[in-house]
Every structure is written in structure tokens, then in C-alpha cells.
């Protein structure tokens, strides 16, 4: 009964964003976004001298596809429900027997949904234009791209849960800047252990590495500083298991403090 | 016997952020609603209507006091037999009435056949059954408003909390809602009903309370709260002037010079003696009248501080 009625909110939720054109909108995007990936990775193979100019290509125009994803994540989760609560919509709603936290999980459910959709286009055109021709970095790519889901539905419950706690437009700066810290607070541990550096430079980096692996979902652990091609399978499923839990922990916070809110 | 709802010492207090200032919603508020009754719950904006629904459908909690529905406390399985019609009710307007309907069902769990035969019957006890695939953006207030009381309607609800159900509705439509509403009674469902229209309710109320600024300032029957005027008796006595046995009654208005007098008889058991002695000084009787106060007037005399 919880599963169906979780389903029935995710369901609105993918619904909403097909019909108010998000969803298409979204998805052409990525497809013209990955093909124009397609094409440029193709125009470098044929030039065999560069190898690794290729795999650089590649990876910039990635990072491109997964930059549009992480402000379209953004974009739909913080709007999935304080529209809702502004309205009164969630009145009739819980007038009925859903409980907030299926609502809450619907919600989130619906949003990796539609991220989940737009991945496998993705994925469904890097291996019709590069799976015969290179296999090794589909595979690489693929991988890839399920980091970019896991990560992302990290950032779908992180700025999911904090719109049931803040202000829309508050919830969305501080859900960029969590997952902006998110990906560089190791960098304010090389702060700290830089000698040369002064002492409160130090102190700040120290307190931004702390502070960053306290609050962020730890993207980092899934796009290591190596190059995405050579990241052991181990090493992300650990990272991956991480970030999932770091979703379910805020979610669930989130949904504790939405439980308590008077509507 | 169970009271379908009840509010015991019910008083709700909102706060400011900042926790200086302190607003009254509700003060105290006591009263229970009886199985199948029609129950009108009437008061001007900000009077603590719709935080007490609020506080039925655990959307608030109180701050003091309890509300019960059927026994049991907001919220929880008690949800499964009521029925909601929020004041200009919101839906996703990209549905169409039958997509809405069937995400509602879902949330109550029905399926199937069952689900289907359910909404098209609240399609067509609403009226808009012929609209049914339309996307609901292109409703007027008054059909979004028929969607509204479908949807409330759809889990056959034991009790229908019902806020403003007539708003934005014609009169055809609001007579509809109305025999909507008594054949919900016939069928020994509880109506919990706020509105402004105090004709509607005054038509088709069972009891209703009356609240102001959050205290609950009557309680009863429509016959029990309105005040008797008297009895209007309207003669015209042909110049003459009035009969001495009739000049001792309160005259309201005299126009001796049309010969018109219209008199207050304070109570009905002394109408037969003015008609009879207006009859034998050959005084023409014009009418005679009933006078009774209306909601509306008992409504603006509370409002008024009287």
C-alpha cells in the first residue's frame, strides 16, 4: 500500500515534468548535447596520433552533459515541492491517508526518475555511436554515467530535503554550495597542510575539509582525481554505497523536520 | 452514541517566528457533531475556521485540547473515511479530471474496476462527467470547484469536511452542490460545513455554530439561535384611526393619513384577539406576517459585538 502510493506521487511527478515540456526539454538537450560528444570523439579517432587528446575530449564534453544535468537536478527538485505548498495542493493531499515521508519519497523517486531517463538516452547514444568502434571507453563512459546518476540523486535529496526546511531560493544556493563543497574540500585539506601557508589560512582550510566531509555526500569519492577511465569498479561501489546512504540520511532529516512543520 | 466529531477545549495559539507575537486562532473551543448530521460552521475571515479543519486533518496541531474524529485522532486510518473540499481548491492543472481522480484513488488504494466505476460515478454526481478528459486548465472556477467535491467524495467518506463548497458556483450549481449535500445526509453521512452563505446553511444545517475571533459565541439549531420577532399585522383602518383595543399593541409604523398601521404582536397566541378586534371595528386586515430573524441577522448582531 506505502510502495503504491509512493509510486502514484512519483508517477505526478514525472507526469507534471512531461507535460510542462521540462522532461523533453531536458532530455533533447542532453541527446543533442551527448551527440555533439559522439561526433567530436569520432573526429579525433580518426586522427590516430591523438590518442589522448581524445580521451580529454571526451572527458570536457562530459563534464558539460553532467554540468547540464546537475542544473537541470536542481532545477526540478527544488521546484517538485514548495510549489506545492505554496498552492495548498498538499492540503487535499494529506487530507488523505499519505503519509508525509511516501510523499516526500514519491517526490524523490519521480526526480531521479526523470534524471534516470535523460542518463539512459545518453548512454543509449554514446553506444550506438562509439560501442562498435571503441568498446573500452563505452564501458568507461557508461560507468561513468552511472556515477553522474548516483551522484546526482545525492544532489536531488539534498535539495529535496531542504526545500521542506527553507525557502525555495535559499534551499537551491545552499544545495549548490554543499555540492559545490562537496567536490572540492579536499582541496582545503591541501590548505591546511601546505607549511608556507599562513596560520589562518590554514585554520580555513582545515575547516572547510572538516565541515565539507561532514555535510557533502562525498562526490569526490566517486570522481577520484584520476582520469574516470581508470577508477576501479571497487573503489566506486564503495563511494557509490556511501553517497546512497548520504541520500537516504538527508532525506530522512528532511522529512523528520517536514513531519513536524504545520502547513 | 459516538460523536462523528468533536472538539474538546480545542484552543490554538500561532506564534511568530521570532516568538513575540502571539495570535488566537481558536480559544477554547467545545463542540461535538452528531453521526449523520449536517453541521454549519460558520464565521467571518480569520475566525478559526479553517484552523480547526486544519487541526480534523492533522494539517495543525492544537496547542491546547483535543479533536476527535469517529473516536479517533487526526490523521492515521481515520483518513480513509473523510472526505476534504478545501476553500478554492488547488489541483495540477496539466490532469485532466479522470487522471486526478484515479492519482487520488491510488493514494486510497483502489483499483481495478472499482477504481473506474468509482470515478465515473463522482463524474457524474458532480456533474462533469462530459468534461472528464479535459485537461482541468481550462475549468472555470466553478467546474475546479465540482472537481474539488468529486475528489472528496471519491472514497465514499463517512464524514465531508466541506470549506466553501459553493464558492464560484452559479445558482444552478449551487442548488446541485445543496442536493448533493442532502442526499449525503439522506445516506447518514456527516457534513462539516463552513461557509459564508448563510441562506445555504440556514436551508440545509442541522446545527450550527458561530464563531468569532477564535471563541465559539452560539451553538444549536437554526430555530434555537434566531430570536422571534413577533407577528406583522398590517391593517388599514379607513381614517379612522386605530381601535382602542388595538392602540396598547407596539405600532411599528402608523401612516394615519393613507390609513395604513402596521403592528408587532409580540407573541402568536395574541394575533387571534387583534385580528378578531380589528374585524369588529370593520378595520381591514392587509397581512399578517411572521417575523423571524435570519442567520445572516443573528450573524451581523454577533459580528457587531451584541
Known amino acids: 500500500m506505502a510502495l503504491e502510493r509512493v509510486m502514484a506521487v512519483a508517477g505526478l511527478t514525472m507526469k507534471e515534468s512531461a507535460r510542462k515540456k521540462v522532461a523533453i526539454g531536458m532530455m533533447v538537450c542532453s541527446i543533442l548535447m551527448t551527440l555533439a560528444l559522439g561526433l567530436v570523439a569520432r573526429a579525433m579517432q580518426a586522427n590516430e596520433s591523438s590518442e589522448m587528446g581524445l580521451a580529454f575530449a571526451v572527458q570536457g564534453l562530459l563534464r558539460l552533459v553532467a554540468t547540464f544535468i546537475w542544473v537541470m537536478a536542481i532545477f526540478i527538485s527544488v521546484t517538485a515541492i514548495p510549489p506545492e505548498l505554496e498552492r495548498r495542493t498538499t492540503y487535499t493531499l494529506f487530507a488523505k491517508p499519505l503519509d508525509r515521508w511516501e510523499y516526500v519519497l514519491g517526490k524523490y523517486v519521480g526526480c531521479c526518475a526523470l534524471l534516470a531517463a535523460n542518463v539512459i538516452a545518453i548512454a543509449a547514444i554514446v553506444a550506438l555511436m562509439l560501442g562498435r568502434e571503441d568498446p573500452t571507453l563505452t564501458v568507461a563512459l557508461m560507468k561513468n554515467l552511472a556515477t553522474f546518476f548516483i551522484s546526482y540523486s545525492a544532489l536531488i535529496a539534498l535539495a529535496l530535503a531542504l526545500t521542506l526546511v527553507l525557502p525555495m531560493a535559499v534551499a537551491a544556493m545552499v544545495s549548490l554550495g554543499l555540492y559545490f563543497l562537496s567536490s572540492v574540500y579536499g582541496f582545503g585539506l591541501q590548505v591546511a597542510q601546505t607549511p608556507r601557508l599562513p596560520h589562518w589560512a590554514r585554520a580555513l582550510g582545515a575547516g572547510v575539509y572538516h565541515i565539507g566531509r561532514l555535510v557533502t555526500p562525498r562526490v569526490n569519492w566517486l570522481n577520484t582525481d584520476r582520469p574516470f577511465y581508470e577508477v576501479s569498479g571497487h573503489t566506486q561501489l564503495e563511494a557509490a554505497l556511501c553517497v546512497m546512504a548520504y541520500s537516504v540520511a538527508v532525506l530522512a532529516l528532511g522529512t523528520l523536520a517536514f513531519s513536524r512543520r504545520e502547513l | ?306
Open chain 2, 1 to 306: 452514541m459516538q460523536s462523528a466529531i468533536e472538539l474538546d477545549h480545542l484552543t490554538k495559539v500561532y506564534r511568530s517566528l521570532a516568538g513575540g507575537k502571539r495570535t488566537t486562532a481558536l480559544d477554547d473551543v467545545s463542540l461535538s457533531v452528531a453521526p449523520g448530521e449536517v453541521f454549519g460552521y460558520l464565521g467571518s475571515n480569520g475566525a478559526g475556521k479553517t484552523t480547526t479543519v486544519k487541526i480534523l486533518l492533522r494539517l495543525a496541531r492544537p496547542t491546547h485540547g483535543t479533536a476527535r474524529l469517529m473516536g479517533e485522532r487526526p490523521g492515521g486510518r481515520i483518513r480513509h473515511r473523510i472526505g476534504y473540499l478545501p476553500e478554492a481548491p488547488y489541483f495540477p492543472d496539466f490532469l485532466t479530471p479522470v487522471e486526478l481522480l484515479t492519482f487520488y484513488a491510488r493514494i486510497f488504494g483502489l483499483n481495478g474496476a472499482a477504481r473506474r466505476q468509482r470515478i465515473d460515478h463522482v463524474l457524474e454526481l458532480v456533474g462533469i462527467a462530459g468534461r472528464r478528459d479535459s485537461v482541468l486548465r481550462t475549468f472555470s472556477k466553478g467546474m475546479t470547484q465540482r472537481v474539488g467535491l468529486a475528489q472528496a467524495l471519491l472514497n465514499e467518506p463517512d464524514i465531508l469536511l466541506l470549506d466553501e463548497p459553493t464558492s464560484g458556483l452559479d445558482p444552478l450549481g449551487r442548488r446541485e452542490i445543496r442536493d448533493i449535500i442532502l442526499d449525503l445526509k439522506e445516506k447518514g453521512k456527516t457534513v462539516f460545513l463552513n461557509s459564508h452563505l448563510l441562506s445555504e446553511v440556514e436551508l440545509i444545517c442541522d446545527r450550527v455554530a458561530i464563531l468569532r475571533r477564535g471563541k465559539l459565541m452560539r451553538l444549536g439549531t437554526v430555530d434555537e439561535l434566531v430570536s422571534r420577532g413577533g407577528v406583522e399585522v398590517v391593517l388599514r383602518s379607513n381614517g379612522v384611526g386605530l381601535p382602542a383595543g388595538l392602540t396598547a399593541l407596539r405600532c411599528d409604523k402608523e401612516d394615519l393619513e393613507a390609513g395604513m398601521a402596521r403592528l408587532i404582536v409580540e407573541r402568536d397566541d395574541e394575533v387571534p384577539s387583534v385580528l378578531r378586534a380589528a374585524l369588529d371595528a370593520d378595520v381591514e386586515v392587509v397581512s399578517v406576517n411572521p417575523q423571524r430573524e435570519t442567520l445572516e441577522d443573528l450573524f451581523v448582531r454577533i459580528e457587531r459585538g451584541h
